[in-house]
């Protein structure tokens, strides 16, 4: 079975840094998208970067030029590096992964069907 596992939460300071890690295991190949999603308490999830099989990349506008996904294939893991942090990154933050990737549906959750158990992330001023 598809396993996700992030790591790489904590808690910084504003303007700080963070690596998010996702582990994947149990891919019968590699999945067409995978993306980092997060949930603030009382918000909808909502995705932050995806990246599809061949390395193109999408980000929401509110992590545009601070976060950057990358994929280690050989690892099988999914990064997310995050710049520049704000309070407002504060969340629970969750990778997903699908075998069918819709452009539609990119950074909607409605677009997944694995995912991981998340990882929280706390910017503090």
């Known amino acids: 079975q598809v396993q996700l596992v992030e790591s790489g939460g904590g808690s910084v300071q504003v303007g700080g840094s963070l690596r998010l890690s996702c582990a994947a295991s149990?891919?019968?190949?590699?999945?067409?998208?995978m993306t980092w999603f997060r949930q603030a308490p009382g918000k909808e999830r909502t995705g932050v970067a995806s990246?599809?099989?061949?390395?193109?990349?999408t980000y929401a506008d509110s992590v545009s030029g601070r976060f950057s996904i990358s994929k280690d294939n050989a690892k099988n893991t999914l990064y997310l590096q995050m710049n520049s942090l704000k309070p407002e990154d504060t969340a629970m933050y969750y990778c997903?992964?699908?075998?069918?990737?819709?452009?539609?549906?990119?950074?909607?959750?409605?677009?997944?069907?694995?995912w991981g158990q998340g990882t929280q992330v706390t910017v503090s001023s």
């Open positions: 997903a992964a699908t075998y069918n990737c819709r452009h539609d549906l990119l950074l909607s959750d409605r677009g997944y069907n694995y």
């Open positions: 149990g891919l019968w190949y590699e999945p067409a998208c």
């Open positions: 990246r599809r099989v061949d390395a193109t990349t």
